[in-house]
């Protein structure tokens, strides 16, 4: 059974992304090497803020949807309930220091 994911990504100046992936470490950096033609690579959005796993992809969907559907306050909220330094997540993922804002 796969697993999803659904993302919010921060670029150093607070714009935000939201997206949904099956393989968050492949889709993060694509990210961060800024492979992913563009919103997140226009913007220089690489920092990872914030996922939630769920194991169907129609929840994944919504879940983004609802996010996406979110007040930039809301969105900041559900960050900093889990993330109130607003850390990049994916930092200890990669061993390349060049991806790093």
Request: avoid cysteine; glycine fraction near 4%; charge should be positive.
């Amino acid at each position: 059974m796969r697993t999803y994911y659904i993302y919010i990504l921060s670029s150093a100046g607070g714009t935000l992304y939201t997206g949904v992936t099956n393989n968050i470490w492949e889709r993060i950096l694509l990210h961060k090497q800024r492979k992913l033609p563009g919103f997140t690579q226009q913007y220089n959005i690489t920092r990872l803020v914030y996922y939630e796993e769920t194991k169907y992809i129609l929840n994944a969907l919504n879940r983004e949807k609802q996010i996406k559907g979110w007040r930039r306050s809301k969105k900041i909220e559900l960050i900093e309930s889990l993330n109130p330094s607003w850390v990049d997540i994916a930092d200890y993922w990669y061993s390349n220091a060049d991806f790093h804002d």
